[in-house]
């Protein structure tokens, strides 16, 4: 009875917004009563609406009620806590009752492995005062505690039986697990647990995979969109310098760039998704199994692990497959080689003009891509050997270069370099050439310069790469790193020691590619050159070889 007293005092005595007994309580014009302070944070939040109301019955009130402490309520509430008594908890449908409770059941805090009971706070002290219970297996609240004793021998199972894969008490190995392999449930928990952390490392690895991936797509993305809008932005300046006579030409232009980026946005995109899901996936998994990991007992752990389900096949990292950044630069060539074309015939007063004359080309002439497309434009490269360094030795026709310890007995002449171990071309290189050159040793600078490159000294304005003069790709030990006017660009590729160039001078295209069983674009420059160019190689290391092949 007085427990059913304690109840009504505590519905009918509590605040309905902070859910504890009254503090200070005020009643309010539709007659629900609250904690002044609980009430007065409620409507504060409502005076920017003017219109004040009540948290249970929703009744509105303007202008905001005047609160005044209930004098009857609160002594009410001062005479309920004298009583010292607290209201236990109720339990709910996902909770476990204390076994030793007689009339209203209490929440249990723990329940005992060895006493297969579950205990309230009041019934349990005896586990922390006795000392045989003190060692007692105490865990968090278990509905399932009868799991645990074996329904055959009515015995509590600490065994495991590895040959039928089930828990086990210390009678059954005498009868039905008779001969078979049994071990403790504590050690077989042991080495499932050490079975299970493995699965988790794993997992957790494959999560970080899966996040660095979905980063990389998203630079990827921004680079397409970067890309593109670039692109957009290059072809709309030439297009205006040819006026009306193209400008059907520069709309399908811009639609088939924004068409290709939608193609590679949507391709990217769909990868990044299947990665999120499969990363979501692998965080529902490793959850699952963080929660069978801190269970405390044993025989849960052991009942439950069997039905862990397998990890899904994983998205291999092979499959993601991060292209060049730059991916519209053909389209911009093309585009400015049909206005130099169609400048050539504007400027010849002699031709007839007509629409056959002017029609633009519907084909966008791109930059070669197969090894074969790009031998239609190979060209012979011959070194100068007035342009080499005293330590580097010519050989093969002029066609390799080697460096050496000792100075050569070389003739002075104004184009030679005297600081750097360089050498150039003896051809100037304009329109459409590809050459490829081979290293022996760690490896060293393919370039390419104007004529006017400074030749004496050691400093930025002779060095290939450092100045503006000159643009190199730096192959050391089959790493890459670009340069132009100081600028340093670290470049990803397949290593190899022959690299190929292609060089489109009229558009102002210069790319460099890893050349073995295939060909991987490792940087391309779109740039306006000024004046013809003269292939060249730096070489830094002693006893180094470079080679320009022959392709015909």
Request: net charge positive.
């Amino acid at each position: 009875m007085e427990q059913q007293g304690l109840q009504l005092d505590k519905k009918f005595f509590s605040c309905s917004i902070c859910l504890d007994l009254l503090k200070d309580p005020v009643t309010i014009p539709c007659g629900h009563s609250y904690c002044m302070k609980c009430v007065k944070t409620h409507w504060d939040k409502q005076d920017h609406k003017g219109i004040h109301s009540c948290p249970q019955c929703r009744k509105a009130f303007v202008p905001r009620p005047l609160l005044e402490k209930n004098t009857m309520l609160a002594a009410l509430v001062e005479q309920l806590k004298k009583t010292g008594h607290q209201i236990p908890p109720e339990t709910g449908p996902e909770d476990v009752a204390c076994d030793f409770c007689s009339g209203k059941k209490v929440n249990a805090i723990k329940s005992c492995l060895v006493c297969l009971a579950s205990f309230c706070e009041k019934h349990l002290q005896p586990h922390f005062d006795m000392s045989p219970l003190k060692k007692h297996k105490l865990v968090e609240p278990s509905k399932n505690l009868q799991e645990n004793i074996c329904s055959r021998h009515d015995e509590v199972m600490k065994m495991f039986c590895r040959t039928d894969q089930k828990c086990i008490c210390s009678l059954c190995p005498v009868d039905e697990h008779k001969g078979h392999d049994t071990v403790s449930a504590a050690a077989e928990r042991t080495e499932r647990q050490r079975e299970l952390e493995v699965r988790r490392e794993n997992i957790q690895q494959r999560i970080q995979d899966r996040e660095k991936d979905v980063k990389l797509l998203q630079q990827e993305l921004e680079a397409i969109k970067h890309s593109a809008d670039k692109t957009v932005e290059d072809s709309e300046k030439i297009f205006t310098q040819l006026i009306r006579l193209i400008q059907k030409r520069s709309s399908d232009v811009k639609q088939q760039i924004r068409s290709q980026q939608e193609t590679e946005g949507s391709r990217v995109k769909e990868l990044q998704e299947k990665l999120e899901q499969e990363i979501t996936e692998l965080k529902r998994k490793d959850a699952e199994l963080k929660q069978l990991s801190d269970t405390e007992d044993h025989n849960q752990f052991l009942h439950n692990y069997p039905s862990l389900s397998a990890l899904s096949e994983s998205t291999h990292s092979s499959s993601i497959k991060i292209r060049p950044l730059s991916y519209f630069e053909d389209v911009t060539a093309a585009v400015s080689e049909l206005r130099d074309q169609l400048q050539d015939i504007l400027s010849d007063k002699s031709k007839t003009f007509s629409p056959s004359i002017i029609e633009v080309d519907p084909v966008i002439k791109k930059e070669p891509k197969s090894r074969a497309d790009f031998l239609e434009h190979s060209c012979t490269i011959t070194l100068d050997p007035n342009t080499a360094h005293t330590q580097l030795v010519l050989s093969e026709g002029n066609r390799r270069v080697t460096l050496v310890s000792q100075p050569q007995s070389y003739s002075s002449h104004p184009d030679r370099f005297t600081g750097c171990c360089q050498i150039l071309s003896r051809e100037s290189l304009t329109g459409r050439c590809y050459w490829e050159v081979e290293w022996r040793g760690r490896g060293g600078f393919v370039a390419v310069s104007y004529k006017n490159i400074n030749r004496t000294g050691g400093g930025s304005e002779c060095a290939f790469g450092h100045n503006n003069k000159s643009w190199a790709l730096d192959c050391y030990q089959n790493r890459y790193t670009f340069f132009h006017k100081k600028i340093k660009t670290p470049i990803s590729g397949p290593g190899s020691s022959r690299v190929g160039v292609y060089l489109d001078h009229r558009a102002g295209i210069l790319s460099f590619y890893s050349v073995s069983e295939t060909m991987t674009l490792l940087h391309r420059v779109q740039t306006t050159f000024t004046q013809p160019l003269h292939a060249g190689v730096w070489i830094y290391y002693s006893k180094d070889t470079a080679e320009f092949c022959k392709l015909r």
